[in-house]
């Protein structure tokens, strides 16, 4: 199944990734029913998670939901810290996770839009580098693992920054491969997807982000807020949910 899962993200275009993978997931799915995971998103419970990402993790992917180690651990946030369920706001989602998309639909205190600029799935396309939304017009927005994709990650930012409204927040997620340097590299000379591989851990990234990257939120004007909540539950929570281990949840607020 590693093989498998691996293979596919390597060869298949993303876009039809998000189309059929989740059904043929739901199958997959029954054979690994038991009580040994829970997913917190969805509420299901196997025997364990699927493998997933191109080296492929342990214990990773709900079957029934599609939701990720980082997934899980944001759902856990929003429903342990924050209104996000009850308060009225208007949400844009860039690049839309699968396992949050259906559920974030169907709360009757959000206004949700999805955007992306290939996803079949999302509502409207978009480029990240020119939001076609007023200034001041967004409550919250979601960008998860977006930003090491982008050419000019800094007018994305600046454009996520005007869009939001005064006292608007959102989840700026990116991957992080440790050890980590100490400033983002980024080298637009490489292009090779081999070379992007070795130079960004992966090869349709085009920077590597370090421990920098909280400070490089606050120089496009954000309020940064790192939120540590893995270091408040439980082993047994951790275990139970197959949470990631390091995983800061980096909140920004205009």
Not at 41 to 62: I, M, Q
Not at 154 to 165: C, I, N, Y
Not at 190 to 207: L, M, Y
């Amino acid at each position: 199944m590693k093989f498998i899962i691996s293979f596919f993200l390597r060869n298949v275009p993303r876009k039809y990734i998000q189309l059929f993978s989740h059904v043929v997931l739901r199958v997959v799915a029954v054979f690994y029913r038991g009580n040994k995971v829970e997913c917190p998103v969805c509420e299901s419970r196997f025997r364990k998670f699927l493998p997933y990402g191109r080296k492929s993790r342990s214990n990773a992917l709900c079957p029934k939901c599609l939701a990720l180690e980082r997934h899980r651990l944001i759902w856990l946030y929003l429903k342990r810290k924050t209104d996000f369920f009850t308060k009225e706001a208007k949400m844009l989602h860039v690049a839309p996770e699968l396992c949050f998309m259906s559920r974030f639909d169907a709360l009757e205190n959000l206004e949700y839009i999805t955007a992306d600029i290939e996803s079949p799935l999302a509502k409207v396309k978009m480029d990240i580098h020119q939001i076609p939304f007023e200034d001041n017009s967004v409550d919250i927005i979601f960008c998860n693992h977006v930003l090491e994709h982008v050419d000019d990650d800094r007018k994305a930012l600046s454009e996520m920054l005007r869009v939001l409204k005064p006292g608007g927040w959102a989840i700026l997620q990116v991957p992080f491969f440790y050890p980590l340097p100490k400033t983002t590299y980024e080298d637009k000379a490489i292009v090779e997807p081999k070379e992007r591989e070795k130079a960004f851990g992966q090869d349709d990234h085009v920077r590597m982000y370090g421990e920098d990257y909280g400070q490089r939120l606050g120089e496009a004007g954000f309020k940064v807020v790192e939120e540590r909540i893995i270091d408040e539950l439980s082993s047994e929570e951790k275990t139970r949910f197959a949470l990631p281990e390091k995983e800061v949840i980096y909140k920004v607020v205009k």
